[in-house]
DNA sequence: CTGAAAGCGCTTACAG
DNA sequence: CTGAAAGCGCTTACAG
């Protein structure tokens, strides 16, 4: 259908000289010497054919494809999981741009074996491959790097030497809790963001827990309660915390996307918010701040996981020394207006 | 650093065969006939040894990639463009693969110019490509069209007879309309999601008309605000409207981020809503659910445009007939409490 | 029923 | 300074 483009077969005739000669300017191969007239000529006959190299030869040529995969594994909930995709995909891209690779996007459907997204590697579709949302189970990706297949986790999974980045959850919901214990509260609930066998919620928990220590805030069980990704879960959590005693006075959330239940249970009792009781969320998705009160909340640096995540698997690739296996990025406290905070009236763009 | 893998040449020796008797086999090209045994032994030995064709060798023969690209244009306002990606992206993904094709992820950032992407196509990286917000004077693009390279717009590029998908934005609008005019609102206000030189404003606008025209409502160009993509300007807008006699006892907003921004004019104003005013918003982000009180909107099937584009696109590269050059999606509308319809209580999940 | 051979469009030692 | 040649791992007429 397209029309055939040429090659540098074409060019080698055209400019009188032989393919490799040809090869050599187009690449700008270092330490060649071509006379400059013959450099010129090659060139232009290339501006004037319009000629772009076949990246499959080139490919095939070289043993590489400069092609990373993204590899998504939906979550348990599609749409709390939506809410980093566009950009933990973006800062990918954006970074592999930046060294000259492109991006394969390889979603794994709830209804398909896990790991399927093997034959991109297997196949030498892609030099390497990152994972968004490893399970811990996943026979298939430690035979991959066994193999030496160039894999970088966004996530964790525990007990490997595959590389990953993720966030300190640990440090983010601390800040988030100091955050309240600044403000003046003393009974500060949590609910977490998921069961507590996901690594991430036991990691919030664990924040918490060291916030209230360093305070010297005794724990009291009755303040913890566990979400389980949606709102429904943290509209039941927020009932049962509110029927506690004493109640709290400031609830912090490790999933924006529970709070919003939370928010409703809260509503439900007719408390003001952040009046009768405060409330931090977790994520920053894009709804925190839009709901009302605004959401004061953990935001999660998405574009920097997938920039981070690309850039390091490119230095796997390329064999550049790697610093680290495990890189941690930190998030950031947004104070809206959920946490009662003296408000600096800060812009943001709707 | 990757292990080599086995080729079918290793395969052939092992077997005993030769390698076109190897590649027939295992790619069970129809009419073939090969002893049963032979075929057997060579499918053991491609297990034992754990083979996976080369893709890239694969596409160099073939002369085809089996991969698309989905150009993604960011438009003025990445919050708003962000709210469709997952949906658009996967939509494409799962089409894609049904037919056994790739998807490459390719943004176009502020700073790069407009048409890099089509070093995508010339370089042959892909056999065509979904082009997401297409500037109508992308003079590249239509190079490549002249040159039949296989393209799908998701918007609308007047003028050329590049195939497209996009939604009904008349339609979806008068649906939103005729939902208010349903609940006895005459003075109905809009406010547009851009400036009018957008092709989706101007058909909301006429939409809006259309639907106060079957109603026997004549036109008031006071009711007619014009928004441009973000919370502050929909809040402005609002102000405007709220100034206009008579004043409009409902507002269509066609688009919910701008709606944000009117949904805060209304509340400093003090207005109940629905009960002062009604508001309907456009598109459905996933915020529109979340805000007090819940945003009636008209859902914008992203997963089916996404969906929709990749079929199109690979039904034009396989050279399949065409059904029309314009394919319009359906919106729906989704009824929840900023309208002041009675509601049948629907169970949304968070 | 099966194989020898050309070709896809590049890269890259190697030789002169 | 430049070229002849091998090779990347497949597919695909073509021949027997």
């Known amino acids: ?203 919030r928990l664990d924040g918490y827990y060291q916030a209230l220590e360093e305070a010297g805030i005794s724990k009291n069980k009755d303040l913890v309660q566990e979400g389980n990704f949606d709102g429904e879960s943290g509209q039941a959590a927020m009932e049962k915390l509110l029927s506690c005693k004493p109640n709290p006075t400031a609830v912090f959330v490790a999933s924006d996307m529970v709070a919003m239940g939370a928010l409703k249970a809260m509503r439900d009792h007719e408390l003001r918010i952040p009046k009768d009781i405060a409330i931090v969320g977790f994520d920053d998705i894009s709804a925190a701040r839009f709901v009302t009160p605004a959401l004061t909340t953990v935001r999660v640096p998405t574009f920097g996981l997938g920039w981070s995540a690309a850039e390091i698997l490119i230095r796997l690739i390329e064999q550049d020394p790697i610093v680290q296996t495990n890189t941690l990025l930190e998030t950031e406290l947004v104070i809206r207006e959920s946490c009662g905070a003296p408000l600096v009236r800060q812009v943001e763009h709707a």
Chains 1, 2 share one sequence.
Request: aromatic share 6%; no cysteine.
């Open 1 to 203: 259908m397209t029309k055939p483009r040429p090659t540098q077969h074409q060019i080698a005739e055209e400019a009188g000289v032989s393919r490799t000669t040809v090869s050599l300017v187009l690449n700008d191969v270092p330490d060649v010497r071509v006379s400059p007239e013959t450099r010129q000529r090659i060139l232009k006959v290339a501006r004037r054919l319009n000629y772009y190299p076949n990246a499959t030869a080139r490919r095939l040529a070289s043993g590489k494809t400069r092609t990373i995969g993204l590899v998504w594994h939906r979550g348990p909930n599609p749409t709390y999981r939506d809410a980093f995709l566009p950009g933990l995909l973006q800062g990918a891209t954006r970074a592999a741009h930046k060294y000259g690779y492109h991006v394969l996007f390889r979603p794994i459907e709830p209804d398909e074996p896990d790991s399927n997204y093997v034959e991109l590697a297997r196949s030498h579709h892609i030099d390497g491959l990152i994972l968004s949302g490893p399970r811990s189970d996943d026979q298939q990706l430690l035979e991959l790097h066994e193999e030496r297949f160039p894999i970088v986790l966004h996530g964790q999974m525990p007990g490997t030497d595959i590389l990953s980045v993720d966030i300190d959850n640990v440090y983010g919901a601390k800040t988030a809790v100091n955050h309240l214990l600044s403000l003046g509260h003393k009974d500060i609930g949590i609910i977490t963001n998921a069961p507590l066998v996901y690594t991430a919620s036991q990691q």
